[in-house]
């Protein structure tokens, strides 16, 4: 039992780069989420899926997509990377609409490097 | 989602308990209490919730107000690994509620 796991763990852009940070979750859970965390701060919320086929902005979502490609996968993607977006995001997900849920499940994390 | 507030840091001595504190006075009815912690450079892990009464694991203890307008985490016997940082969370459990975290607590656990 994997729980999240997140590809790639590092990775380092070009201004104006595009690339994409995949997220699968093993644990049957319905719901999904993509923080990311900079330096000396809080996790801030960029987008979650509720459920598989729908999504919804979170916090700071400019400049970001994603996809709830099934139950298992969601997957953020920068268009054209900017330095602003140098951070590390984690995903997330948990059983929602449970009374006895026994919280979130993060990734390890990718720390993205924008140059 | 209600604000909670935490002390930005503490301290503890190894082996003896650490008691985190949370404030979190305008928390709805149906909003639970929870807890996480952040190693260094790690995802965030889930330790324990509640949502009146008292929670016990293996990992620590939650002790709520009754008024439910604060709470405090206990790490009954802290070990140097326990250094993190610990985020209270309060959140109902619907669909579309996300964790928003704050600052937390600096807990440094001291040899």
């Known amino acids: 039992n994997a729980g999240v796991t997140q590809t790639p763990k590092f990775q380092v852009l070009k201004t104006g780069q595009s690339m994409t940070l995949q997220c699968a979750q093993d644990m049957n859970h319905n719901s999904m989420y993509w923080y990311r965390q900079d330096p000396g701060m809080g996790l801030r919320l960029i987008y979650y899926?509720?459920?598989?086929?729908?999504?919804d902005k979170g916090e700071v979502p400019n400049g970001y997509n994603v996809s709830r490609l099934n139950k298992r996968e969601f997957s953020l993607r920068l268009e054209s990377a900017a330095p602003s977006q140098t951070s590390v995001y984690f995903c997330?997900?948990?059983?929602?609409?449970?009374?006895?849920?026994?919280?979130?499940?993060f990734g390890s994390g990718t720390r993205l490097t924008v140059v | 989602d209600a604000k909670t507030t935490q002390p930005p840091s503490m301290d503890c001595a190894e082996g003896r308990a650490a008691n985190l504190p949370c404030n979190h006075s305008t928390i709805s009815g149906n909003e639970y209490v929870y807890w996480y912690r952040q190693i260094h450079s790690q995802g965030p892990q889930y330790i324990i919730h509640?949502?009146?009464n008292n929670e016990t694991n293996e990992m620590a203890s939650l002790i709520i107000t009754e008024d439910r307008k604060s709470s405090t985490l206990i790490l009954p016997h802290a070990t140097l690994r326990d250094t993190a940082v610990y985020y209270c969370i309060v959140r109902a459990n619907n669909a579309g509620n996300m964790l928003t975290f704050g600052g937390g607590t600096r807990l440094m656990v001291k040899p």
């Open positions: 509640g949502l009146k």
């Open positions: 899926s509720a459920s598989e086929g729908t999504t």
């Open positions: 997330a997900s948990i059983f929602t609409n449970r009374a006895n849920n026994y919280g979130y499940t």
